[in-house]
């Protein structure tokens, strides 16, 4: 076997588990409104399972109906009503022989008012939260000694349950962190001050939890190694926690990092690399005996199979690796790792969470939808009938492989050389490098069904009628918007699309990109190395489709590279030298000097093309730009949902 560690048996506490793969607590906002598990969820982590992973630490279990909301749709471990839901979600897991903990969490500060029940939020200092910025309400050392037993009454609906142990969320700067970080916990009780003192509420937690359900029942700790915080807990700091944790009994520590404060740290976006913060866990591992879970931002089978080698950890956490392919454990068992669907750090998942929508991810369709989409309601009746998906972007190769594995007969028309469409160049940006591994896993998976792929061919109403399809899915993209403005046409205005691909070599320019979403601003990001560059952007919306830390982070880096944002400028004639501008509030008139144009306005449906197929055939379908121009995650989901059912 190529992964010999990564699929070896491994033990945590009393429990055998059949690989070293944890799927660590992810929130997914598929939970039923009252915190029972929906049949939704149960499946969503079924397709984990059956695909090799071999612990699941579900996503946060609210254990307090009064301040303990992390979300509206979260699991619920407050009463015995909830057992019965666990309880399914449990015997769905171990049908596989998967184990799953139950991850018990209160996160403190770290929520809205509005959320709670009772209108207010408590941490162990009256502190805010430098992120939500909201005052929260210390507690009073009965309460917390009441909260402590909160934890334990979830953890005995949790084995009530048959959940095989329980996870304490000590991590992300939530409740448990707050009392053993310095920075958060400024006591003068029992529960704060020196070391012991601010270890005591967990403390109590786990005592009175190996009292109710027995010492045989494994309690895992999830917690950040460094807060990235000054005065806050660093890695000196978390050795000696867990060093305590595991004298307290704990059967394995899930390392993580940071807090809400420096949340980079915790969901990493794309410009975070694969291992960044293996010496973490490698430090804890160093100092303690009990086995050690540990995220590191992976994404392929052989940086799992090196951080193992290493001793790095006993056991890889891959979350959104298992959110971008549920197979990914068993693709990588099978060395069909060129078949695994890589997280892209575009963040989508987790900005879809915390808005209180299902998750979702720019490279997996079906996530969040997997009571839909999945191997039982596939209808395989293609019965070889042909279907021409015109247009080889994201829609159209995903069209053409549902439509493949439901037993029809696609034939894929690209006009250019390669497949991937818009994502050919949407790679080129700095860190983006694994949009490029996403069309050679499509294209691999194209290969694996045998579609038939015609490059270098424009399809024409006549060409499809040769095949006498069943029907047609047209995915050819969107054209580029261009304003008629005056001087569009003059010979230093490009395409952001053709700079970006490297069709023109520009250096030494003054350039101004029309523009600032996303396409716009890495396309000056690309520029400013070796260019003076300014984007003009008609409204006050500046990338806002990104989650708020990718978005801190381009421009952040816009304004180190020295790109200047102008908001509210029309574009009013382009001139040989020089871009006119009018405010868009005020109307008030200005000049920028300009060598180079580059438009950047987004791109719409190409309807004459679209109206061509309509009129042609009677079963016409469109999908990603040619029908709504969007993400790539978005002509994904459209073009699954259609070509499920076409």
């Not at 020196?194 to 190996?210: C, P």
């Not at 807060?227 to 595991?246: K, M, N, P």
């Not at 979403?517 to 990104?546: C, F, I, Q, S, Y």
Request: net charge neutral; proline share 4%.
């Amino acid at each position: 076997m190529k992964y010999e560690k990564l699929f070896s048996r491994g033990k945590i506490g009393n429990l055998e588990l059949k690989s070293r793969i944890v799927m660590p607590p992810m929130g997914t906002s598929m939970a039923c409104a009252n915190g029972e598990a929906s049949d939704r969820i149960i499946r969503y982590y079924e397709e984990r399972a059956k695909n090799g992973c071999a612990l699941i630490c579900t996503e946060v279990t609210c254990v307090d109906e009064e301040t303990g909301a992390g979300g509206y749709y979260q699991l619920h471990a407050t009463s015995m009503k909830h057992a019965q839901g666990l309880q399914k979600l449990a015997d769905a897991v171990h049908k596989y022989d998967t184990k799953i903990f139950l991850q018990l969490h209160h996160p403190g500060r770290e929520i809205s008012a509005s959320m709670q029940k009772a209108g207010e939020i408590v941490a162990p200092s009256a502190i805010p939260c430098p992120v939500t910025q909201e005052m929260p309400r210390a507690l009073e050392t009965e309460e917390v000694t009441a909260l402590a037993q909160k934890f334990v009454r979830g953890a005995v609906i949790a084995k009530a349950a048959g959940m095989d142990g329980v996870e304490l969320h000590a991590a992300h700067g939530y409740l448990i962190n707050q009392f053993l970080s310095p920075l958060t916990n400024k006591r003068t009780d029992k529960y704060g001050g020196d070391f012991v003192n601010r270890m005591r509420f967990i403390s109590e937690i786990i005592t009175g939890i190996r009292f109710a359900c027995g010492p045989q029942f494994p309690v895992s700790v999830r917690f950040s190694a460094d807060e990235f915080l000054e005065g806050g807990i660093d890695l000196e700091e978390s050795v000696r926690i867990a060093r305590y944790l595991e004298s307290l009994g704990v059967v394995s520590l899930n390392v993580s990092c940071g807090t809400y404060a420096t949340g980079n740290t915790i969901v990493e976006p794309y410009f975070r690399k694969e291992g960044w913060k293996k010496h973490l866990a490698a430090t804890i591992k160093q100092n303690v005996k009990i086995p050690i879970i540990a995220v590191n931002t992976i994404k392929h089978p052989e940086t799992a199979e090196a951080l193992l080698e290493e001793g790095v950890c006993d056991f890889v956490a891959l979350g959104r690796a298992q959110l971008a392919d549920p197979e990914w454990a068993s693709k990588a068992k099978a060395g069909k790792e060129h078949l695994i669907r890589k997280c892209m750090g575009c963040m989508f998942c987790f900005k879809a969470a915390l808005s209180g929508m299902p998750i979702i991810c720019n490279a997996n369709p079906v996530l969040g939808q997997e009571l839909l989409y999945n191997e039982d309601t596939l209808k395989k009746n293609g019965d070889g009938r042909t279907v021409a998906v015109i247009g080889g972007g994201p829609g159209g190769m995903q069209a053409a492989l549902v439509l493949a594995r439901r037993g029809f007969k696609p034939v894929l028309f690209e006009k250019t050389d390669r497949l991937g469409g818009s994502m050919n160049f949407a790679h080129k940006p700095p860190n983006k490098e694994l949009i490029l591994e996403l069309i050679q896993t499509m294209i691999n998976e194209l290969k694996e069904e045998q579609v038939e792929i015609r490059l270098n061919t424009e399809a024409t109403v006549e060409m499809v009628k040769a095949l006498e399809p069943y029907g047609v899915i047209v995915a050819t993209g969107g054209e580029p918007i261009v304003p008629p403005i005056p001087g569009t046409d003059k010979g230093h205005v490009y395409l952001a699309q053709d700079v970006v691909d490297g069709k023109y070599e520009i250096k030494g320019k003054k350039v101004v990109v029309i523009g600032a979403g996303v396409t716009g601003l890495e396309t000056a990001e690309m520029l400013a190395p070796e260019n003076t560059v300014t984007v003009v952007e008609m409204t006050n919306d500046v990338a806002a489709v990104l989650y708020p830390s990718i978005r801190i982070y381009l421009m952040r880096t816009l304004a180190e590279l020295g790109v200047e944002i102008k908001t509210l400028q029309g574009v009013q004639e382009i001139l040989e030298d020089k871009v006119v501008l009018r405010h868009s509030v005020t109307a008030f008139r200005n000049e920028l000097d300009a060598d180079v144009v580059i438009w950047a306005a987004g791109v719409r449906p190409n309807k004459k093309l679209t109206d061509e197929f309509y009129a042609a055939f009677d079963k016409v379908t469109t999908v990603g730009d040619a029908s709504t121009p969007g993400l790539i995650g978005e002509a994904l989901r459209e073009a699954n949902s259609k070509a499920y059912v076409f």
